[in-house]
């Protein structure tokens, strides 16, 4: 028999030793996995959120000079929890973890997390749930993937399927939430882990059904924006001179929290004194101008139809500024994006009376986007989160509002693991 002849009979031998694999479709195990992993987000994200609207509506009830003290024994308690179950850390560390810790979060600080979050933002914290939500998510996908015996670029992705389940379940945009949980991880190559993309999708797609199930929340526009037609070439001029504006303030944002960051460095004092000293703050600022309480939600609705004055706007976008400050250095537990947000809509407000001749959506969503995407360095997610979070049909004005603000955006990041290089 020839050379060739028999390479060939060994070759179709080989082939009927091994078992028949009949898979037509890329449907396969891994898919299985950021289902459950989509799925465990979307049920944690709605027993979360149930939670924290029980505890809110039971603090509520404590207003005028009571949400001092309020305020005070929510940030006290929290700082004992960190102090004594464990430090949960805050976003910087979760990318950090994602970026060089091989995308492994441990969950054994979700029980920290969760509970002073819980605290912090139901007693009126200027701080949203978006990062207890991703840190719980994004380890559950975490500690799946040990399981799974998953390694390197695998587990990495199903951690970051975990983080774009929880961003999924709060903004009810599966599409922005995979988007903003990879953009987040690095401020200049957003598509560094391009492997997560379909694991992100796939997972925020399923905890976004289980989390509407859930709590009904998502299934439409949460703000409600005035009615805007694009009838002029002029608004994407427009657009990004606001934008101006919204990344001017964003840089105030910075520069305030990190000053403060620096003063609570220096105060040598335990995290539940320093817990305890935002709370009172919080609760100062909260007495004098209720409505810079709690993260903004709600009170975005409420702030776009109240017909308030300039001088009352100007002083509620210094205060809430403060509050997020203060919130964020103290050691209180929560994310930033969506009070970032209250804070863009109260600067469109102000354009609003400065330029009453421009479509008061345009002016509100522009400067949302830009403040945003200055200080989290994510414009294509901010993008699609505020057109699916305020029904605003048109993208490309906030694309350029959104894009101005993260070109004007300080060198160095707000979250500083984002511009670190990744550890080979």
């Not at 969950?107 to 207890?132: D, F, Q, R, T, Y």
């Not at 976004?208 to 859930?214: E, G, K, P, S, V």
């Not at 203060?326 to 102000?350: H, Y």
Request: net charge positive; proline share 5%.
């Amino acid at each position: 028999m020839k050379i060739k002849s028999k390479k060939r009979l060994v070759t179709y031998l080989n082939i009927l030793d091994k078992p028949i694999r009949f898979r037509p479709f890329l449907f396969s195990r891994m898919f299985l996995l950021w289902a459950l992993v989509g799925v465990i987000g979307g049920i944690s994200a709605g027993a979360y959120w149930i939670v924290l609207e029980f505890l809110t509506h039971q603090m509520a009830f404590f207003d005028g000079w009571l949400v001092i003290p309020v305020m005070a024994f929510s940030g006290l308690l929290a700082g004992l929890i960190i102090h004594f179950i464990g430090d949960p850390g805050e976003m910087d560390l979760i990318v950090n973890n994602i970026r060089f810790n091989k995308g492994k979060l441990n969950p054994k600080n979700n029980p920290s997390m969760i509970m002073s979050s819980l605290l912090c933002v139901a007693s009126g914290g200027s701080l949203g749930p978006e990062a207890p939500l991703v840190q719980v998510t994004g380890s559950t996908g975490s500690w799946l993937g040990k399981i799974c015996r998953l390694k390197g670029e695998q587990l990495r992705s199903l951690s970051i399927a975990g983080m774009a389940s929880g961003f999924t379940a709060l903004f009810g945009a599966p599409l922005g939430g995979s988007l903003f949980s990879l953009e987040i991880l690095h401020y200049k190559h957003a598509v560094e882990y391009y492997q997560a993309i379909i694991p992100a999708f796939v997972a925020s797609c399923f905890s976004y059904i289980i989390f509407a199930l859930i709590v009904h929340l998502g299934l439409g526009p949460i703000w409600d924006l005035p009615t805007y037609e694009m009838s002029n070439l002029f608004d994407f001029g427009y657009a990004i001179l606001f934008a101006c504006f919204a990344a001017l303030i964003g840089w105030v944002f910075i520069l305030c929290t990190k000053s403060l960051k620096q003063l609570f460095k220096k105060l040598d004092s335990p995290i539940y004194v320093k817990t305890l000293i935002g709370g009172i703050i919080l609760g100062i600022i909260s007495f004098y101008f209720p409505l810079t309480r709690y993260f903004g939600h709600h009170e975005i609705n409420d702030l776009i139809f109240s017909d308030s004055s300039l001088y009352f706007l100007g002083a509620i976008l210094i205060f809430k500024i403060l509050a997020i400050s203060v919130t964020v250095t103290s050691g209180w537990r929560g994310g930033f994006i969506i009070p970032l947000f209250f804070v863009g809509a109260t600067l469109g407000l102000i354009l609003h009376h400065f330029f009453p001749g421009i479509n008061l959506s345009l002016t509100i969503i522009s400067c949302m986007a830009a403040i945003n995407a200055c200080v989290t360095r994510t414009p294509m997610s901010t993008t699609i989160l505020l057109a699916t979070l305020t029904g605003f049909e048109y993208l490309v004005p906030i694309l350029f509002a959104s894009l101005t603000g993260y070109f004007l955006a300080p060198r160095v990041p707000f979250i500083s693991s984002q511009m670190k290089e990744v550890k080979e």
